[in-house]
């Protein structure tokens, strides 16, 4: 059970505002300069673009996808944990923290990105594959068309498709402009009325990939929130039940980023995964 007030709308936390399940953040609080551990280069992603892309570490090949209107530094609790032991590798999308931002009609056009960037990137042997959010959304279908060059996979608070009454809220907030997005979903720190735009009339409208998950061979670990708005548990569990190897690990009084939010105990459940997959 959540203590000091959760649950309720406004109320504090351990310390942190939460509003209807997503904990309010300063952003330059978690980033804590752990870009200074990576190297940064620009990767090809066809027709003259590139994702702006962050590199640390050696071992197996560990590769991180954020969310939208986040940024590769959403994950900073993970890199302390696994930097030790893997190569991390983690581009922005289209659009997000230094990657250039280039108009958008389809969703697919995301993983167009994704798929040419891997191509670029080359790796020798079957990568670790997270996700969180549409970079789950991203990691679920490039698992399911390349099963030989992923070995293992993690998703974060992502699932198949929105259920109407998220959807319909998060639309409608996005049309009202960024100020607004703002307003619902603090946690949206870098979006632009452009990317608001984008995420109601693409991401969020196009997003479905149900059919992926049966195909997915890689063992896979599903992380959930309990207070996540967007998607809710019982999607989670369904996820885990559709893929043919997979657990399902609740993080309880977790929004919908809870790798920010309990980036230890996410670390840890990834850590834990990993090395039961060795």
Not at 83 to 99: D, I, K, Q, S
Not at 226 to 251: C, H, M, N, W
Request: net charge positive; glycine share 8%; hydrophobic share 40%.
């Amino acid at each position: 059970m959540c203590n000091n007030g959760a649950g309720a709308h406004g109320k504090v936390v351990n310390g942190k505002k939460r509003m209807d399940g997503i904990w309010q953040h300063n952003n330059l609080n978690y980033q804590n300069n752990i870009q200074d551990q990576f190297k940064a280069r620009k990767v090809a992603c066809g027709r003259g673009r590139y994702l702006l892309t962050y590199e640390t570490g050696s071992g197996p090949t560990v590769v991180l996808l954020h969310g939208a209107a986040s940024s590769w530094l959403s994950f900073k609790s993970q890199y302390r944990l696994l930097a030790p032991n893997y190569r991390l590798v983690a581009p922005n999308l289209r659009g997000h923290g230094g990657t250039p931002w280039h108009e958008t009609e389809k969703i697919d056009e995301f993983y167009d990105d994704i798929c040419a960037w891997f191509k670029e990137m080359n790796f020798a042997e079957p990568i670790i594959l997270i996700g969180h959010s549409l970079g789950g959304y991203l990691s679920a279908r490039y698992a399911a068309d390349n099963p030989d060059k992923v070995s293992r996979l993690v998703l974060i608070s992502t699932c198949g498709s929105f259920e109407p009454g998220a959807v319909l809220f998060f639309l409608k907030t996005c049309w009202a402009g960024a100020d607004a997005v703002h307003k619902f979903f603090p946690w949206l720190v870098n979006i632009s009325s452009q990317m608001a735009g984008c995420l109601s009339k693409v991401v969020f409208s196009q997003w479905n990939c149900w059919d992926a998950y049966p195909k997915i061979q890689a063992p896979s670990l599903i992380i959930f929130g309990t207070f996540d708005p967007l998607f809710s548990l019982k999607q989670g569990y369904r996820v885990k039940e559709l893929i043919p190897e997979a657990d399902l690990k609740i993080v309880a009084c977790g929004g919908h980023n809870p790798q920010i939010d309990h980036g230890d105990e996410v670390a840890q459940l990834i850590s834990q995964f990993l090395e039961r997959q060795r």
